[in-house]
């Protein structure tokens, strides 16, 4: 199973990006996907996750600027980033959880995209 990401970029501080992910490859089912970033010198953290069943969980430092979306019928997953600040520059990695066409359970990666905050 592959992801492919795209939409990152340089916005400044207060401003607004969207990151989109697409999954391809041999899926049976997507039970969750969402996105995790790392910024310079610190581990990777959860941003946001939404799973098949409409459940949403937000790390503490994105709730209510941020916003997860999903189009099931496209495995597809969007993060909305909303009043971004200079912290939230990082890489952002999309994840996705499932079953492939063999029945076998994956946890698939993107390449990852880079979004930088700065004036």
């Known amino acids: 199973v592959q992801l492919v990401e795209s939409g990152g970029g340089l916005v400044q501080p207060g401003g607004s990006l969207t990151l989109s992910c697409a999954a391809s490859?041999?899926?049976?089912?997507?039970?969750?996907m969402g996105w995790y970033r790392q910024a310079p010198g610190k581990q990777r953290e959860l941003v946001a996750f939404?799973?098949?069943?409409?459940?949403?969980d937000y790390a503490d430092s994105v709730r209510g600027r941020f916003t997860i979306s999903r189009l099931n019928r496209e495995n597809s997953v969007y993060l909305q980033m909303n009043s971004l600040r200079p912290e939230d520059t990082a890489v952002y990695y999309c994840?996705?959880?499932?079953?492939?066409?063999?029945?076998?359970?994956?946890?698939?990666w993107g390449q990852g995209t880079q979004v930088t905050v700065s004036s």
């Open positions: 490859g041999s899926i049976f089912t997507i039970n969750g």
């Open positions: 939404r799973n098949s069943g409409g459940g949403t």
């Open positions: 994840d996705a959880k499932g079953y492939d066409a063999n029945r076998k359970a994956f946890d698939s």
